[in-house]
Structures are given as structure tokens and as C-alpha cells.
Nanobody, 121 residues
């Protein structure tokens, strides 16, 4: 069982930046692929980006490419989502997720409780 705790959400003006963090409880954190998802009010949860267990080849949904980056610190059991040039449409609850058999946007078995990001225009 892996517990994930997100932090770093908040209110920011359009064009601003936020960095989300997700700390995992797993002692084998470095064996998990990690991902970020978001869910806006009235919409389905959508994939934002992911990073492999080794930290290589982060990948993103097209709407955030060039604005968001993902990194991880395996020594601290933490994955980060750096969000730049934020837009009002980025407003959502952001969730961290982990999985051992992730392929693309599928295969995430563990989820955090989410952190709210609100971008004002």
C-alpha cells in the first residue's frame, strides 16, 4: 500500500506559477512510475503528466506541454509538478498517482487526496 500526500496548491493569478509536491509513503518509491491528474468542476478527471520510476522521459497532455514540468527526488520520496504560465482553465483539483505497471495514462493504482489549484483571470 502506498499513501500519497499532495501539497502546494493555492490561488494564483493567470500567468503565475505554482509548484505542487507529492510525498509517497512507499519505501520502494523508486520503483513506481508517478503521474499527475486533475479534475475541474463538472468535468472528468484528466491526465496531466507522468514520469517514469527512473525520472526519465516525462510526458504531458498537449494542453500543458511547454508550461508544466515534472521531476522527482527518489531520495525524498517526492514528485513535483512545476506549473508555469498558468491559465484559468488550469483550475482544478490536482491529484498525484503511483503505479508499478504504468503504460501511458493507465496503470496507476494509488491516489492522493488532491490539492486545489485556482487560477484567477
Amino acid at each position: 500500500q502506498v499513501q500519497l500526500v499532495e501539497s502546494g496548491g493555492g490561488l494564483v493569478q493567470a500567468g503565475g506559477s505554482l509548484r505542487l509536491s507529492c510525498v509517497a509513503s512507499a519505501r520502494t518509491f523508486n520503483m513506481y512510475d508517478m503521474g499527475w491528474f486533475r479534475q475541474a468542476p463538472g468535468k472528468e478527471r484528466e491526465f496531466v503528466g507522468g514520469i517514469s520510476w527512473s525520472g526519465g522521459s516525462p510526458y504531458f497532455t498537449s494542453s500543458v506541454k511547454g508550461r508544466f514540468t515534472i521531476s522527482r527526488d527518489n531520495a525524498k520520496n517526492t514528485v513535483f509538478l512545476q506549473m508555469n504560465s498558468l491559465k484559468p482553465e488550469d483550475t482544478a483539483v490536482y491529484y498525484c498517482a503511483a503505479g508499478r505497471r504504468v503504460i501511458g495514462t493507465e496503470g496507476f493504482d494509488y491516489w492522493g487526496q488532491g490539492t486545489q489549484v485556482t487560477v484567477s483571470s
